[in-house]
């Protein structure tokens, strides 16, 4: 009996979740309300604060939950959340592993990009969310730089400005790529980036 208690309690949390995203798509996140969410997942304002003490806090458990999920990321004591799989990439450094990395990763943008592009609206209008998506791209960022350190390539000044200058050129792409009209099929853009990730990184 308890262990269903548990799953119901999991099951509402996940849909106030998929709710408030839904909701901060079609409404804007200034403009959505904690009624407004209680609402779509079918349950009460009640609830939504026994899972979330604010609006904000359902923002946070956005990024940290599903967008961490979306790319695999883990839990990180050094970085906040890592995905072990763009450390060893960049320790690799091959266009290959590369060029793999980035596909997979594109293939996540239709998950990631509306919280995202949610994270940085929510961070204009509410002060607790200030920088909430600069400090997940900070994350990545350090991913790259443990990998750069565990193949001891670059100087150790250098690589985290080129995981920067990486995930810049990869968070712009992924932001803009269906509104965009930059002349290339999917295939050529992942193409030139991988070309300046290699460049970039090894």
Same mark, same amino acid.
């Given at each position: ?19 408030? =995203? @839904? ?8 403009? *959505? ?13 009640? *609830? ?16 940290? @939950? ?19 799989? =763009? ?33 940085? $609206? ?8 200030? $920088?909430?998506?600069?400090?997940? =791209? @900070? ?47 999917? $295939? ?15």
């Amino acid at each position: 009996m308890a262990n269903l208690r548990e799953a119901q309690k999991q099951m509402t949390r996940r849909l106030l979740l998929e709710s408030g =995203l @839904e909701q901060f798509k079609a409404k804007g996140y200034a403009a *959505t309300k904690v009624d407004d969410i209680a609402t779509a997942a079918g349950t009460t304002r009640v *609830t939504f604060y026994k899972y979330f003490p604010t609006r904000s806090e359902l923002m946070k458990a956005l990024i940290d @939950e599903q967008l961490n999920e979306a790319l695999q990321r883990v839990g990180s004591p050094e970085h906040g959340s890592t995905a072990l799989d =763009l450390v060893t990439t960049v320790a690799d450094g091959s266009p290959e592993a590369i060029m793999a990395w980035l596909r997979r990763t594109a293939d996540s943008w239709p998950a990631i990009r509306p919280i995202i592009r949610i994270g940085r $609206d929510a961070a204009v209008v509410d002060p607790e969310l200030t $920088d909430l998506v600069e400090r997940w =791209l @900070e994350e990545a960022i350090g991913d790259i730089e443990d990998g750069l350190e565990r193949a001891g390539r670059l100087e150790p000044h250098q690589r985290h400005f080129r995981g920067v200058l990486a995930m810049a050129q990869l968070d712009f792409v992924a932001q803009n790529w269906d509104r965009a009209d930059w002349k290339l099929t999917r $295939d050529q853009m992942l193409d030139e980036l991988g070309a300046s990730w290699v460049q970039l990184l090894t």
